[in-house]
Nanobody
């Protein structure tokens, strides 16, 4: 069974930085396309950024110029570095993976439980 576990969320002031990690177990991480999504209360789950296998990337508008995605296959881990954070970045951030690649949540087969990111003004 494939399991994704996110970590690194927390509270940060506007303008600050935060790094998220997602460790994948029970599957073939190196073959998966990986992505980060986020969801605020009452809103849909929105695409943030994705990284393919190999390392092609696709950044959503909210992430361009501020966020960086990377993967380390030897550690079965995908990372999300977030800089210049804004209050509107506040959300639960989810890691997702699978054989498809794109911006739609339904494309991904596996999901983590999410990690809360809160940006104070």
């Amino acid at each position: 069974q494939v399991r994704l576990v996110e970590s690194g969320g927390g509270l940060v002031q506007a303008g600050g930085s935060l790094s998220l990690s997602c460790v994948v177990s029970g599957g073939s991480f190196s073959s998966y396309n990986m992505a980060w999504f986020r969801q605020s209360p009452g809103k849909e789950r929105d695409f943030v950024v994705a990284i393919s296998s190999p390392d092609g990337t696709w950044y959503g508008d909210s992430a361009k110029g501020r966020f960086t995605i990377a993967r380390q296959n030897a550690k079965n881990t995908v990372y999300l570095q977030m800089h210049k954070l804004k209050p509107e970045d506040t959300a639960v951030y989810y890691c997702a993976g699978g054989q498809s690649f794109g911006v739609t949540p339904s494309l991904y087969d596996y999901w983590g439980q999410g990690t809360q990111v809160t940006v104070s003004s």
